[in-house]
């Protein structure tokens, strides 16, 4: 779940209005290209699957954290003025006009702000707040010392976040920045942690296990993957959405020490039952991890950017791609190749 810009108070226009509404954003799985969008109310509740938001006018709306991206909540009036300021910048980001100049001074802003929200009242603002502070470390690290940094941020939070629905944007955030530096076992420990979360919905249960399948064959761990697999299939409705990936999960599994050329075949034709783009994008990032794990760079490469040129409809496959499309650059020793995919990880995290 590494998806800001400021402004001095003095550019701001005086009449600036205040927000008196909570705004939520997230990304319309109903859309192909999963557009992001924005509700506006007050948010009455906040649990570890989500939030739910009371419009002015209408029923109550639940949006759940597979699709949360931000929150931006009301203010309170001794508040508003310290984030004018913050409340552009976040505008900016979401916009993708914030380079980072103003990241960093979004951070440093933030980082001056957090102290002062010590009362009860503002407790959801001052969490959220943090978790921006991570998210915002994790966007701007480039050197090892600074993923390092933003690690040990994110795993700090993690404990703070237990009933929040930030808890697993943070956990997977967390996982992701591992992997970069090049922690595979760790990311899988952080995501199964994850999974187990007390109170979690199925339907979230079930999108964090595929994460867990996925980083277990990473790590070589075929059979734990499998007994996995077995598991969340025994549980799931047999026209669930998540067959047709578990299955094609599950084909890799068993035959993860068969010779290459018939793994591959197995997976082509498995992938080749469904015309989903989704299952397309699995299926490419899963190629592209057995040719990785048979030291078959060039191939792992391709594989890896069918997703980022064709099968992107899926941000987090993307992501996914993206992020081993860096490790596979920096194997073949193209730096320059890597740091252009590090850039685009980069923005994509925003």
Not at 53 to 59: L, N, Q
Not at 162 to 167: A, D, N, P, R
Request: glycine fraction near 2%.
């Amino acid at each position: 779940m590494r998806r800001f810009a400021w402004l001095t108070l003095l550019l701001l226009p005086p009449s600036l209005p205040s927000q008196t509404r909570d705004v939520v954003y997230y990304f319309d799985r109903a859309s192909k290209s999963e557009k992001l969008a924005a509700f506006e109310g007050s948010v009455v509740e906040e649990t570890v699957n989500g939030v739910k938001v009371k419009p002015s006018v209408g029923p109550e709306r639940f949006f759940s954290v597979l699709e949360l991206v931000d929150v931006s909540y009301a203010l309170p009036r001794t508040s508003e003025l310290k984030f004018q300021t913050i409340t552009l910048a976040e505008a900016a980001v979401r916009a993708g006009t914030a380079d980072r100049p103003r990241l960093e001074q979004l951070l440093r802003d933030y980082l001056a702000l957090i102290d002062h929200l010590r009362d009860a009242k503002t407790a959801s603002l001052r969490r959220h707040v943090a978790f921006r502070i991570a998210c915002l470390k994790a966007q701007l690290a480039e050197s090892v010392e600074q993923l390092q940094d933003a690690v040990n941020t994110l795993a700090k939070l993690r404990t703070d976040l237990l009933e929040s629905w930030q808890l697993i944007p943070a956990a997977r955030l967390h996982a992701q920045l591992l992997l970069d530096l090049a922690r595979t076992a760790d990311a899988l420990e952080v995501m199964d942690a994850a999974s187990r979360t007390p109170r979690l919905s199925r339907d979230v249960k079930r999108e964090l296990g595929l994460d867990v399948i996925d980083l277990m064959l990473r790590c070589q761990q075929h059979r734990d993957a499998e007994a996995r697999i077995a598991d969340e299939l025994s549980d799931l409705p047999n026209d669930h959405d998540l067959h047709p990936v578990l299955n094609l999960y599950q084909v890799a599994a068993r035959n993860w020490t068969s010779p290459l050329e018939d793994l591959i075949g197995k997976v082509n034709q498995t992938m080749a039952q469904s015309q989903s783009t989704a299952i397309k994008a699995v299926g490419y990032n899963l190629l592209g991890h057995i040719y990785s794990s048979r030291n078959r760079l060039e191939d792992a490469l391709w594989s890896y950017l069918w997703v980022d040129v064709v099968y992107y409809q899926d941000r987090r496959e993307r992501i996914k791609a993206l992020e081993r499309l860096v490790s596979v650059f920096t194997e073949l020793k193209d730096e320059a190749r890597a740091e252009r995919y590090r850039d685009k990880l980069r923005s994509l995290r925003q």
